[in-house]
T-cell receptor
Framework: AQKITQTQPGMFVQEKEAVTLDCTYDTSDPSYGLFWYKQPSSGEMIFLIY??????QNATEGRYSLNFQKARKSANLVISASQLGDSAMYFCAMRDVTGANSKLTFGKGITLSVRP | KAGVTQTPRYLIKTRGQQVTLSCSPISGHRSVSWYQQTPGQGLQFLFE???????NKGNFPGRFSGRQFSNSRSEMNVSTLELGDSALYLC????????????FGEGSRLTVL
């Protein structure tokens, strides 16, 4: 079974600073994908970044980067130059990529508040 | 390009009633998944449909059901509502990229009184 762990309490960061949101995972699947989603108060889950288990390099998407440490089973999200609009819930998720199904297993999420 | 559309956005029901939620996927997306989000349990997978067939199912009682139509639109139904069914119900469609990221709607917030 797949499991995602996000244990940080609410996180605070000053505007324009960088912040790291932690995620550890557990799976017996050899091939898997790791995702980060942002959920603002509107409720919509917004896809941020993806890392495949066999990807050699850490994924980056604009101000988002994923610090992937496979041996430690961690996939931390780094947000650089934080903006007020980054205040939201952030979810780490995993999917088994060997099958055709789309099921994602989510962590409990982390609340990020950006201070002006 | 229109996103995932869920209706209704908000609804209030009483215990014992039933509810139907609708999801219109992004054009061209054929896989539709449903998730339940509660403060206590977080995001939990309900089921996934692809080409009108249920492809995967989560660990929910039979009161939760769904279906998909030929135009890929999907509905989920919850019968005999319980207080614990109060939640945000999110629909997601799978993108065409190999990464398989999901695109979510804004959800239907159900309150059961």
């Amino acid at each position: 079974a797949q499991k995602i762990t996000q244990t940080q309490p609410g996180m605070f960061v000053q505007e324009k600073e960088a912040v790291t949101l932690d995620c550890t995972y557990d799976t017996s699947d050899p091939s898997y994908g790791l995702f980060w989603y942002k959920q603002p108060s509107s409720g919509e889950m917004i896809f941020l970044i993806y890392q495949g288990s066999y990807d050699q390099q850490n994924a980056t998407e604009g101000r988002y980067s994923l610090n992937f440490q496979k041996a430690r089973k961690s996939a931390n999200l780094v947000i650089s130059a934080s903006q007020l609009g980054d205040s939201a819930m952030y979810f780490c998720a995993m999917r088994d990529v060997t099958g055709a199904n789309s099921k994602l297993t989510f962590g409990k999420g982390i609340t990020l508040s950006v201070r002006p | 390009k229109a996103g995932v559309t869920q209706t209704p956005r908000y609804l209030i029901k009483t215990r014992g009633q039933q509810v139907t939620l609708s999801c219109s996927p992004i054009s061209g997306h054929r896989s539709v998944s449903w998730y339940q989000q509660t403060p206590g349990q977080g995001l939990q997978f309900l089921f996934e449909y692809f080409s009108e067939t249920q492809r995967n199912k989560g660990n929910f009682p039979g009161r939760f059901s769904g279906r998909q139509f030929s135009n890929s639109r999907s509905e989920m139904n919850v019968s005999t509502l319980e207080l614990g069914d109060s939640a945000l119900y999110l629909c997601a469609t799978r993108g065409l990229a190999n990464t398989g990221e999901l695109f979510f709607g804004e959800g239907s917030r159900l309150t059961v009184l």
